[in-house]
């Protein structure tokens, strides 16, 4: 009998549905980068699991050897994706115009329980003379196609030289629009999940200066990996554009835009992006054009004569470089709230003009617009070491298993299929896209490296995770002490039933995943990558948690951090409930993000609550009436003594603004 899809609540307080079951350019050798939702990555030195950076007063400190990663021949299996050449036509031989074909690819593509979701590229130069566009055949928007390069220097996208569609910078064109459904005119709205771009190039060709790249519109659960967005020189509006409402969340990550008038441009005041590893080269305006949005970044390089930055909103940057500045101008421009650390300039005149006042990175690494908050008298922010995510090797396709003659288009048990793919010796073990029914835990061997999902859901309600259960859907097997990851996968399941338990001292690596019920427990060391949902997260002490893009959204405590070391860069919360309650000597750090709780909060809920524990907090609230805002912001209990952060009075406006608040004792 079919399952009810859940229904949860949207940002305007409106019942949605999440997702169901589904279903040359320019190229530079130093900029390598390698998508990492999957097995298909390769291995560099010196970076991975036990690497880390930490503060050195903005000297530096982010080597661009350290952040390269080469494109690779992703492995996609021919049952998890449909083909563009092989099923629609397109030819990918940089002569023939290909729109018709992958626009039809995107069409059938479309929807939330469409198994057809993952479009797959082969390695070609295809052809492009107007917007791809996520519509259906019958013109209607629509959510939840992913576009996957086979290789990210070699799959290519490249806009016919001179178009007229593209002319006019006035009245710009996207290369590729992404949407939502129950969507605006121009596709823009909240509910535009899971939609993805990964390894591929997009080349907005020759005059053609009214062209964007990508116009980029996800909520929850979206990215864009590994992915080059470039514009010959004069050419180009746009390279990455998120100016629609409402973009994010959702997770920028190994992407370069070179060339554009503007990299990057963020507007609509919701709901936040992530950046890791983002690089900005010769643009005529501005590296990142942020009107009014949050804006979460680590490890940005930019390459600019023109301001790296300029900032209307929220921004909360780390860990990155802004070079080869003019002596006229300053690297950023801001107008409203910013916090820095460890961020270096090359060239300019200086790091900030800060409302008009001109000003340099200070003595201890960290530039705040307003001065750091803080009940416990500490100055300067907690600045946890990162380590860097792992990187799986890259498999090639006979080291992959999948689920054989089982069916994801039926409601038939799974669990045999799954298992037997997990037994089978191989590193690499795939789902398909659909629903994926099971009746008890799987265990997952050492012979396992990565389980890549495309989009299949699990559901988990029956058998052994049937009523008020604690049994974990995916059991990783101690003692073993390497990395597996686990990505692309969305999971329904029974409150009490624990998505992933680790019995072994390796790191786990979760991407792109929608957690179902209780995420994780176990293990030491975890890292998240564009995750959402959850019924609560509770760590405890010996467990590291990093995460990037990260979207909890249930109405109670978000986070429960007893004694754990959790570090995150990108936050995301709808719900009445506290984001983060830290107890028992924990360690919680949050780099940007913007909490919405689209809804009211009780009187005395905090949004942060922290007892005998560090915490150091960079983050904006959004709040439609005073009684949908935290007050107090913060709780802070020292020995027995609590003491209170309460929001700021402004009148009109019932949100706040943080760019550093702190904690020690």
């Given at each position: 009998?079919?399952?009810?899809?859940?229904?949860?609540?949207?940002?305007?307080?409106?019942?949605?549905?999440?997702?169901?079951?589904?279903?040359?350019?320019?190229?530079?050798?130093?900029?390598?980068?390698?998508?990492?939702?999957?097995?298909?990555?390769?291995?560099?030195?010196?970076?991975?699991?036990?690497?880390?950076?930490?503060?050195?007063?903005?000297?530096?400190?982010?080597?661009?050897?350290?952040?390269?990663?080469?494109?690779?021949?992703?492995?996609?299996?021919?049952?998890?994706?449909?083909?563009?050449?092989?099923?629609?036509?397109?030819?990918?031989?940089?002569?023939?115009?290909?729109?018709?074909?992958?626009?039809?690819?995107?069409?059938?593509?479309?929807?939330?329980?469409?198994?057809?979701?993952?479009?797959?590229?082969?390695?070609?130069?295809?052809?492009?003379?107007?917007?791809?566009?996520?519509?259906?055949?019958?013109?209607?928007?629509?959510?939840?196609?992913?576009?996957?390069?086979?290789?990210?220097?070699?799959?290519?996208?490249?806009?016919?030289?001179?178009?007229?569609?593209?002319?006019?910078?006035?009245?710009?064109?996207?290369?590729?629009?992404?949407?939502?459904?129950?969507?605006?005119?121009?596709?823009?709205?909240?509910?535009?999940?899971?939609?993805?771009?990964?390894?591929?190039?997009?080349?907005?060709?020759?005059?053609?200066?009214?062209?964007?790249?990508?116009?980029?519109?996800?909520?929850?659960?979206?990215?864009?990996?590994?992915?080059?967005?470039?514009?010959?020189?004069?050419?180009?509006?746009?390279?990455?554009?998120?100016?629609?409402?409402?973009?994010?969340?959702?997770?920028?990550?190994?992407?370069?835009?070179?060339?554009?008038?503007?990299?990057?441009l963020m507007a609509a005041g919701q709901y936040g992006i992530t950046f890791e590893n983002l690089r900005l080269s010769d643009q005529r305006v501005t590296g990142i054009d942020n009107t009014n949005n949050?804006?979460?970044?680590?490890?940005?390089?930019?390459?600019?004569?023109?301001?790296?930055?300029?900032?209307?909103?929220?921004?909360?940057?780390?860990?990155?470089?802004?070079?080869?500045?003019?002596?006229?101008?300053?690297?950023?421009?801001?107008?409203?709230?910013?916090?820095?650390?460890?961020?270096?300039?090359?060239?300019?005149?200086?790091?900030?003009?800060?409302?008009g006042t001109v000003k340099n990175m200070p003595a201890n690494g960290e530039y705040s617009s307003s001065p750091p908050l803080s009940l416990t008298g500490t100055t300067r922010s907690l600045s946890l070491?990162?380590?860097?995510?792992?990187?799986?090797?890259?498999?090639?396709?006979?080291?992959?298993?999948?689920?054989?003659?089982?069916?994801?288009?039926?409601?038939?048990?799974?669990?045999?299929?799954?298992?037997?793919?997990?037994?089978?010796?191989?590193?690499?073990?795939?789902?398909?896209?659909?629903?994926?029914?099971?009746?008890?835990?799987?265990?997952?061997?050492?012979?396992?490296?990565?389980?890549?999902?495309?989009?299949?859901?699990?559901?988990?309600?029956?058998?052994?995770?049937?009523?008020?259960?604690?049994?974990?859907?995916?059991?990783?097997?101690?003692?073993?002490?390497?990395?597996?990851?686990?990505?692309?996968?969305?999971?329904?399941?029974?409150?009490?039933?624990?998505?992933?338990?680790?019995?072994?001292?390796?790191?786990?690596?979760?991407?792109?995943?929608?957690?179902?019920?209780?995420?994780?427990?176990?293990?030491?060391?975890?890292?998240?990558?564009?995750?959402?949902?959850?019924?609560?997260?509770?760590?405890?002490?010996?467990?590291?948690?990093?995460?990037?893009?990260?979207?909890?959204?249930?109405?109670?405590?978000?986070?429960?951090?007893?004694?754990?070391?959790?570090?995150?860069?990108?936050?995301?919360?709808?719900?009445?409930?506290?984001?983060?309650?830290?107890?028992?000597?924990?360690?919680?750090?949050?780099?940007?993000?913007?909490?919405?709780?689209?809804?009211?909060?009780?009187?005395?809920?905090?949004?942060?609550?922290?007892?005998?524990?560090?915490?150091?907090?960079?983050?904006?609230?959004?709040?439609?009436?005073?009684?949908?805002?935290?007050?107090?912001?913060?709780?802070?209990?020292?020995?027995?003594?609590?003491?209170?952060?309460?929001?700021?009075?402004?009148?009109?406006?019932?949100?706040?603004?943080?760019?550093?608040?702190?904690?020690?004792?």
């Amino acid at each position: 009998m079919p399952l009810s899809p859940k229904c949860f609540r949207c940002r305007r307080g409106h019942a949605r549905k999440m997702k169901l079951p589904p279903t040359h350019g320019w190229v530079i050798a130093s900029l390598a980068m390698c998508i990492l939702i999957s097995a298909c990555t390769t291995q560099i030195a010196g970076v991975g699991a036990g690497k880390t950076y930490s503060g050195n007063g903005g000297r530096g400190l982010v080597p661009s050897s350290l952040i390269d990663r080469p494109a690779v021949d992703r492995v996609v299996p021919a049952d998890a994706a449909i083909n563009v050449k092989t099923q629609f036509g397109a030819k990918g031989d940089g002569t023939t115009d290909d729109t018709a074909a992958i626009q039809a690819a995107i069409s059938s593509g479309l929807g939330l329980a469409n198994p057809k979701s993952n479009i797959y590229f082969p390695s070609g130069t295809y052809i492009i003379s107007k917007p791809l566009e996520w519509k259906l055949s019958n013109g209607t928007w629509e959510t939840g196609a992913d576009l996957i390069g086979q290789n990210r220097d070699n799959t290519i996208l490249k806009l016919r030289d001179g178009d007229r569609r593209f002319g006019s910078p006035s009245a710009p064109s996207s290369m590729i629009v992404t949407a939502s459904q129950n969507a605006a005119a121009d596709g823009g709205g909240n509910q535009a999940f899971n939609n993805f771009i990964f390894d591929l190039t997009i080349d907005v060709g020759l005059n053609n200066p009214g062209a964007n790249g990508i116009d980029y519109i996800a909520n929850n659960r979206g990215a864009i990996r590994n992915v080059v967005i470039t514009a010959p020189m004069g050419s180009g509006n746009t390279g990455l554009s998120m100016a629609r409402k409402w973009p994010g969340p959702a997770m920028i990550e190994d992407v370069a835009v070179r060339g554009f008038s503007r990299g990057v441009l963020m507007a609509a005041g919701q709901y936040g992006i992530t950046f890791e590893n983002l690089r900005l080269s010769d643009q005529r305006v501005t590296g990142i054009d942020n009107t009014n949005n949050v804006l979460s970044a680590r490890r940005l390089i930019s390459r600019n004569s023109v301001p790296a930055i300029i900032n209307g909103g929220e921004i909360t940057l780390v860990e990155s470089e802004l070079l080869d500045g003019s002596v006229e101008a300053s690297a950023i421009n801001n107008q409203k709230m910013i916090f820095l650390r460890n961020v270096s300039v090359g060239g300019y005149r200086a790091l900030i003009n800060d409302r008009g006042t001109v000003k340099n990175m200070p003595a201890n690494g960290e530039y705040s617009s307003s001065p750091p908050l803080s009940l416990t008298g500490t100055t300067r922010s907690l600045s946890l070491p990162i380590p860097e995510t792992p990187v799986v090797p890259n498999f090639p396709a006979s080291a992959w298993a999948g689920l054989g003659s089982a069916s994801t288009t039926d409601w038939v048990d799974d669990t045999a299929a799954l298992q037997a793919a997990l037994n089978s010796g191989k590193p690499v073990v795939y789902l398909r896209p659909g629903q994926i029914v099971l009746s008890k835990t799987l265990e997952i061997p050492d012979t396992v490296k990565a389980i890549v999902g495309y989009e299949g859901f699990i559901y988990a309600t029956a058998g052994q995770f049937a009523g008020a259960t604690k049994a974990p859907i995916f059991r990783i097997r101690g003692p073993r002490t390497d990395h597996i990851e686990i990505s692309y996968l969305g999971f329904r399941a029974n409150p009490g039933v624990v998505d992933f338990e680790n019995l072994g001292t390796g790191t786990v690596t979760l991407r792109d995943i929608h957690v179902g019920a209780l995420a994780l427990r176990g293990g030491n060391t975890w890292f998240l990558d564009d995750v959402e949902g959850g019924a609560g997260w509770n760590l405890t002490t010996g467990q590291h948690v990093y995460a990037r893009q990260f979207n909890p959204e249930q109405a109670t405590t978000k986070v429960v951090n007893d004694g754990a070391t959790v570090w995150i860069l990108g936050i995301k919360t709808e719900g009445a409930g506290t984001v983060v309650d830290s107890r028992n000597g924990a360690s919680t750090e949050v780099l940007g993000g913007l909490l919405y709780p689209a809804t009211v909060v009780p009187a005395g809920t905090p949004a942060f609550r922290s007892a005998d524990s560090k915490q150091s907090l960079s983050f904006s609230v959004g709040a439609d009436a005073a009684a949908n805002r935290y007050d107090p912001l913060i709780s802070t209990t020292i020995t027995g003594r609590t003491m209170l952060l309460r929001p700021p009075a402004e009148p009109g406006r019932f949100g706040s603004t943080v760019p550093l608040y702190a904690d020690g004792f």
